[in-house]
């Protein structure tokens, strides 16, 4: 859907899933997407120890790479449910991770959201340089983005990559 509206976006994937399904990843490289670092497993990561952190991180990277060669999740990382510390920011950090949040959660997360509820979630925080995030497991949210690219088209904003949003 994306690639039909030229749209590329930032996806930040869990190393677990990546492993589960590999073709997934694959189709974000080849669309031009952008790949970025969500963990391991999706766990609190602030009640892990700083091998564990690195591990999580490493292990996402490594993942990744070994099915697609050239792409990788630096620099940016979002810890699960922005959980973070001073241990996660120093590891990622050592690790040339940045960490990035969000700000604009759809909520497409919660049990039973409607897709309408989405887009309405989404449309109340649209502001110059929002970082929306959206969950490609979510039927609601999926439902809801052709709605929310006309959306951003309408009130005059691109749809871009991290990379692109900041660079400087």
Do not use: C
């Amino acid at each position: 859907m994306l690639a039909e509206r030229g749209v590329r976006a930032t996806f930040f994937v869990v190393g677990s899933g990546v492993e589960q399904y590999p073709d997934v990843v694959r189709d974000i490289v080849a669309n031009g997407h952008e790949l970025a670092n969500h963990s391991w497993s999706h766990k609190d990561m602030t009640k892990m120890s700083a091998e564990q952190v690195r591990a999580e991180l490493l292990d996402t990277e490594a993942i990744v790479q070994s099915i697609v060669p050239t792409a990788t999740t630096r620099p940016f990382f979002r810890a699960p449910f922005g959980y973070v510390n001073e241990t996660v920011q120093r590891v990622a950090g050592e690790e040339g991770f940045y960490i990035v949040d969000w700000t604009i959660d759809s909520l497409d997360w919660l049990e039973g959201i409607r897709p309408d509820e989405v887009r309405w979630t989404v449309a109340r925080g649209l502001r110059p340089g929002a970082i929306i995030v959206q969950h490609g497991s979510s039927e609601a949210s999926l439902a809801a983005l052709p709605e929310i690219l006309d959306l951003l088209a309408q009130e005059g904003y691109e749809a871009v990559t991290l990379s692109e949003l900041l660079q400087p």
